[in-house]
């Protein structure tokens, strides 16, 4: 097999894998290297600049020694085996990058023999590109689930970033799914990643020149859908990562059936709208100041698809509300449904020099469609504005309920001059029907 052909077979088998950000790295261009890392992104997105980002996103191996059943390279799965040798995948990714192809690297692989021996490939690659090509670009590099730390410390000087994936969000789903991957073989990485990050910090204070470890900080992926997790489960370990192990993401993928394994009933389509509200969920736990059993409980242990999480919030805590714009702390803007971390620093800004009225907030970019409902300018709120939970749910959900198809519009017949007096409007079943689910 050529190395167009392995390089087909292997992209195609890293693209399931969602976690290849690389956000928190700003090195520049060094003399006598190729390619630095600054302002580097995720694959096919964009920088701050307007620049688009790419990454070299492949596998080392798609060989496996493991039979996880979510997996498209799992032992069992009838697919096309190959093998890049860590020259080959260098000279590759260097090619790639002196004709502007990439802007970096995100390095996977299956398990070969061990977990060891396939970090040791890994490594082998990254530092032929770091030490012999002089490749200054970035570098994400996912750590083997059961490997030594000696080498995840190797690793961590080569990458700018690295991940573990925890696939599995509860070790009820993980022992069933992928039982040769225990759960401590998964978290025992991720721990040496954040010691390993904490002291190069402390390194870093004490002597300027000290080697950097992982300087993007960490990062892993869950799979949604293919277990009964629910959200509830799902937000809380996302928080305990966030918290244990200082991990700049937690990504989540709706599970894609294309292993042949019976994990999902006939029918099944991938949640998306569910992982979007989870990306959502998790917005809100990073930069918004909420906790994890503040958006969700045991007793409501999914997400709404109609309502985003801070809508849901918000009208389950009507006390809260509405706002005064004017004098109102920045924890309790954040709270306020279409008023986003930018726009509520916009209004800290503009209300040291006037008083807002909602003019002002369109300016501001707030978005009024979502914010009205919840706030008032100098003790007042938006002209024909309900503050009336009903009212503001109806309004809220109105095109959602378009999207999904739980609102229907009345038919409207053509008015004929033999229909001997007939309605004019065919209503249909009531609404709330759809959204109880008796249809």
């Not at 167009?4 to 090195?27: N, P």
């Not at 920088?47 to 996880?68: E, F, P, T």
Request: hydrophobic letters at 35%; aromatic letters at 10%.
């Amino acid at each position: 097999m050529d190395l167009g052909d392995k390089l087909q077979v292997l992209t195609e088998g890293a693209k399931y894998d969602v976690a290849c950000t690389s956000s928190g790295v700003d090195r520049s261009g060094v003399k006598g290297r190729l390619g630095g890392a600054k302002a580097a992104g995720i694959c096919h997105s964009f920088a701050a600049d307007g620049r688009c980002i790419s990454l070299l996103k492949v596998l080392l191996s798609n060989q496996c020694s493991y039979n996880c059943a979510y997996c498209v390279n799992r032992r069992s799965a009838d697919v096309q085996r190959t093998t890049f040798t860590p020259r080959e995948l260098a000279e590759l990714t260097y090619g790639f990058y002196r004709r502007n192809y990439i802007e970096g690297l995100f390095l996977s692989s299956g398990v070969l023999k061990n977990p060891d021996y396939t970090m040791e490939q890994m490594i082998e690659c990254l530092r032929l590109l770091r030490e012999e090509y002089g490749f200054g670009g970035y570098i994400h590099a996912k750590v083997i689930p059961g490997c030594s730390k000696e080498l995840i410390y190797r690793m961590g000087l080569l990458a700018d970033r690295l991940s573990v994936n925890l696939e599995l969000p509860s070790e009820v789903s993980l022992n069933q799914l992928a039982p040769d991957k225990p759960r401590e073989n998964i978290f025992r990485p991720m721990a040496a990643i954040a010691t390993g990050i904490e002291q190069n910090r402390h390194e870093l204070v004490r002597y300027q020149h000290a080697p950097r470890f992982a300087p993007a900080g960490s990062s892993t992926q869950m799979v949604i859908g293919a277990t009964p997790d629910t959200d509830y489960q799902i937000i809380r370990l996302a928080e305990s990562l966030y918290q244990k192990y200082k991990h700049r993401r937690v990504f989540f993928s709706a599970y894609v059936p294309v292993t042949g394994a019976e994990l999902t009933p006939p029918g099944y389509q991938p949640p998306l709208l569910r992982e979007h509200r989870l990306y959502q969920a998790d917005w809100l736990l990073r930069f918004y100041g909420f906790r994890a059993e503040e958006i969700l409980d045991e007793s409501h242990p999914y997400l709404d698809p109609l309502l985003d999480p801070k809508e849901s919030w918000a009208l389950s805590h009507l006390e809260y509300f509405p706002v005064e714009v004017n004098t109102a702390d920045r924890a309790l803007l954040l709270r306020v449904p279409g008023i986003g971390v930018t726009s509520a620093e916009r209004i800290l800004r503009a209300r040291r020099q006037t008083r807002l009225d909602f003019e002002h907030l369109q300016k501001l970019r707030v978005v009024m469609k979502r914010a009205q409902y919840f706030i008032t300018c100098s003790g007042r709120m938006l002209p024909g504005v309900r503050f009336d939970r009903d009212s503001i749910y109806q309004n809220l959900t109105l095109e959602a309920r378009r999207r999904q198809g739980l609102l229907f519009e009345p038919e409207v017949t053509q008015l004929s001059l033999f229909d001997g007096g007939k309605p004019l409007l065919a209503g249909r079943e009531d609404v709330v029907k759809c959204l109880t689910g008796q249809l």
